[in-house]
């Protein structure tokens, strides 16, 4: 069974930075695009960053300059180095990867999410 777990998120202050990890774990053929989003009371979810297998970067307009989203293959692993952060940022940032699994036996692509993390950004 796949899953992705983050890491890294807290309290800040605002101008501070915070580095998130998500690690994904499991049954593991290939991986193809992982990514951050995040969700803000009373808000939808949108995206922040994501990053393609082969590296290729995305960025929200809202978070280029501050934001740079990476990836390690060969541990299954994104990252979010996140650096002048301001209060708009807290938000509960949620790790997603497409992800070719077997599941009841038969090998197929996964859209999996993480537990999400905290990320509060003070005044």
């Known amino acids: 069974q796949v899953q992705l777990v983050e890491s890294g998120g807290g309290l800040v202050q605002a101008g501070g930075s915070l580095r998130l990890s998500c690690v994904a774990s499991g049954t593991i053929f290939s991986i193809n695009d992982m990514g951050w989003y995040r969700q803000s009371t009373g808000k939808q979810r949108e995206v922040v960053a994501v990053?393609?297998?082969?590296?290729?970067?995305t960025l929200a307009d809202s978070v280029k300059g501050r934001f740079t989203i990476s990836r390690d293959n060969a541990k299954n692993t994104v990252y979010l180095q996140m650096s002048s952060l301001q209060p708009e940022d807290t938000a509960v940032y949620y790790c997603n990867a497409a992800i070719r699994t077997i599941r009841t036996g038969i090998l197929t692509w996964s859209n999996m999410w993480g537990q999400g993390t905290q990320v509060t950004v003070s005044s």
């Open positions: 990053v393609s297998s082969s590296g290729g970067t």
